[in-house]
């Protein structure tokens, strides 16, 4: 069983809708990730955090989305308004850092926007 | 940005037989390459990784080789069992907590 906690695991949204999921990171690990997965089972980043400071983002999560990864709460990640091309499997992996690169997924979070 | 190609992306062989996916990277700073194993309806596992300052690594009947003069690396399941059927991800990062750039994946049939 995955450490990284994700919830909800779906969610189904009207266009327009925001649209928000949690995610606990492991234990320990100051670095999480987020990703989008699509049908096509293709991975996009989308942002990172180092405790509460966002590392790097691309242009649409900047625009689109809001998240946040505040001390002694989950992190979250908010899709601001709901567009059909958001329909996707959306990934956290937290990393214990220290330069291990490693990743470490949780189930994630199926977005359906209708 | 870094960019990874996986090939192929359909694999299918026999159960007992070996199976080898390839990927290639393009950012010569990229020093870290994991492999993922995803079923349907989960989450991505990570299943074996090499760094930059290695060649050859090997758990048990998976094996990972990397070029880092040819910028490839590679994936190896020996004696390969229906159990090992999934999509396989491979995956490159330059850095402490960069962010991993992620293959198209290979969808492995083993069959029995």
């Known amino acids: 069983n995955s450490k990284v906690i994700q919830t909800p695991r779906y969610l189904v949204k009207g266009q327009g809708q925001k649209a928000k999921m949690r995610c606990i990171p492991e234990k320990g690990h100051p670095v999480v990730f987020w990703y989008q997965q699509n049908k096509n089972n293709e991975f996009k980043f989308l942002i990172n955090?180092?405790?509460?400071?966002?590392?790097?983002q691309i242009d649409m999560t900047e625009k689109r989305f809001s998240a946040e990864c505040p001390s002694n709460s989950p992190c979250s990640l908010e899709i601001q308004s709901s567009e059909a091309g958001d329909s996707a499997l959306y990934l956290c992996?937290?990393?214990?850092?220290?330069?291990?690169?490693?990743?470490?997924f949780g189930e994630g979070s199926k977005l359906t926007v209708l | 940005g870094e960019q990874v190609e996986q090939l192929p992306s359909i694999l299918r062989v026999q159960e007992g037989s070996s199976a080898s996916i390839n990927c290639s990277y393009e950012?010569?700073?990229?020093?870290?390459f994991p492999w993922y194993k995803q079923e349907p309806g989960e989450n991505p596992k990570l299943i074996i990784d090499i760094r930059s300052n290695m060649e050859r690594k090997q758990i048990q009947e998976l094996i990972v080789l990397l070029d880092k003069k040819a910028k490839r690396f590679s994936l190896h399941i020996t004696d390969t069992q229906p159990g090992d059927s999934a999509m396989y991800f491979c995956?490159?990062?330059?850095?402490?907590?960069?962010?991993?750039?992620f293959g198209k994946g290979t969808k492995l049939s083993v069959k029995s």
């Open positions: 992996a937290s990393s214990p850092g220290h330069n291990t690169g490693q990743l470490y």
């Open positions: 995956a490159a990062s330059a850095g402490s907590n960069a962010k991993l750039t």
């Open positions: 955090f180092q405790n509460q400071e966002v590392l790097q």
């Open positions: 950012d010569s700073a990229s020093n870290y």
